[in-house]
């Protein structure tokens, strides 16, 4: 009888091991309410406009977020793996190159895990199982940048993929988007930086 007892707790301390190395603690600010808004400069449009993230609810590790830019769209994301559940635009399934269901290999960008070191892997966006993006983002550095005029302690992620560089810096405490690059054959083609959040 008392090794049944023995086996029982060590598989419980088994599970608890295996649970503790593929999850990340949860981020403290995913509650509604919580905002980030960017200031983007796209080549392709030649112009400047705002991307706003908002968190509508979070229930169940499920997070809605309302995203406008240059269109109103709806993402339900997973809040521990960062998945993508789902896209809306208009009430209508998003379809397109980057953003298509089933969203199998589709990571919210917004945020990243804050658990991390330099030399770990990050997926975001398709990187992961994706054919094309199948590296991840790389964690290559932490650095102190300014946002907002304060400086903030920052984890650069990159990505290359052919003549494309993507290049993003992640709060080191809070996981959050600061900023993001992308350039193509060396030029910059996209850049975002974070403007007004109530998060930090």
Known sequence: MRWKIL????????????????SHPKISW???????KY????VFFQDHYI???EILSVSNNKVVIKHNWLRNETFYVDSNSRKLLKAMVNGQNITGLFIRPPFKSYYYYLWIPTDISVG??????????DEENGEGYKIV???????KGNEREAYILKAEFGNDRWTGWYDKQTGLLLKWRHEH????????????TNIF
């Open 51 to 53: 991307d706003e993230h």
């Open 30 to 36: 995913l509650k509604a309410g919580a905002y980030a």
């Open 185 to 196: 054959n060396g030029e910059i083609w996209y850049e975002s930086n974070l403007i007004e």
């Open 120 to 129: 770990d892997t990050i997926n975001l966006y398709q990187a992961g199982d």
């Open 7 to 22: 086996v029982i707790i060590g598989a419980i301390v088994l599970l608890v091991a295996v649970f503790n190395l593929y």
């Open 141 to 147: 550095d932490v650095k102190s940048i300014e946002i």
């Open 39 to 42: 200031d983007v400069y796209n």
